[in-house]
T-cell receptor, first 108, second 114 residues
Framework: DAKTTQPTSMDCAEGRAANLPCNHS???????VYWYRQIHSQGPQYIIH???NNETNEMASLIITEDRKSSTLILPHATLRDTAVYYCIANNNNDMRFGAGTRLTVKP | DTEVTQTPKHLVMGMTNKKSLKCEQHMGHRAMYWYKQKAKKPPELMFVYSYEKLSINESVPSRFSPECPNSSLLNLHLHALQPEDSALYLCASSPRLGGGNEQYFGPGTRLTVT
């Protein structure tokens, strides 16, 4: 897995977009970027993944830079229920090794 | 059905006990995983099964013994554990190994070793 670097913590106001950055400067050409989140005491939840192109689903958008060295997860309208630890992983075999992640706190 | 179930939810065992954790999925997934998560830490990969065969063992001590009896079921047999093995044990599944496959996680079994 390519090493990923994420901020330790971030705050976001409820209703605003949450933009979570991830640096993966050593990513190889066949490694996907995955995002998972873990709400306290629950199992991790898959959010989105992408290889080269930007991706969007019902939960979030993933923006990957053209050189693929970094990406941003966007939660378009954050709610209090989005408070969680968000993990960014670069991997090509789906054997995920989680880093420390970003603790996102959504505030009223 | 995108659910991965794990039983039991909680388990307390002594260091001389033998117990098993169970994980089940009915999504037709052919890759299944065990993770261990200590408090305030990220999940750590333990084992990966692909098509019912052990594909990855992350140098896990032999007191943890995985088993995949069929494509829907994954067990983790526990024997002679230590108190430091107390953790949340998470199971996950994905359609298969290889890039581009998302993992679905169960809620975990919280294990306490006394």
């Amino acid at each position: 897995d390519a090493k990923t670097t994420q901020p330790t913590s971030m705050d976001c106001a409820e209703g605003r977009a949450a933009n979570l950055p991830c640096n993966h400067s050593t990513i190889s050409g066949n490694e996907y970027v995955y995002w998972y989140r873990q709400i306290h005491s629950q199992g991790p939840q898959y959010i989105i993944h992408g290889l080269k192109n930007n991706e969007t689903n019902e939960m979030a958008s993933l923006i990957i830079t053209e050189d693929r060295k970094s990406s941003t997860l966007i939660l378009p309208h954050a709610t209090l229920r989005d408070t969680a630890v968000y993990y960014c992983i670069a991997n090509n075999n789906n054997d995920m090794r989680f880093g420390a992640g970003t603790r996102l706190t959504v505030k009223p | 059905d995108t659910e991965v179930t794990q039983t039991p939810k909680h388990l307390v065992m002594g260091m001389t006990n033998k117990k098993s954790l169970k994980c089940e999925q009915h999504m037709g997934h052919r890759a299944m995983y065990w993770y261990k998560q200590k408090a305030k830490k990220p999940p750590e990969l333990m084992f990966v099964y692909s098509y019912e065969k052990l594909s990855i063992n992350e140098s896990v001590p032999s007191r943890f013994s995985p088993e995949c009896p069929n494509s829907s079921l994954l067990n983790l047999h526990l024997h002679a554990l230590q108190p430091e093995d107390s953790a949340l044990y998470l199971c996950a599944s994905s359609p298969r190994l290889g890039g581009g496959n998302e993992q679905y996680f169960g809620p975990g079994t919280r294990l306490t070793v006394t």
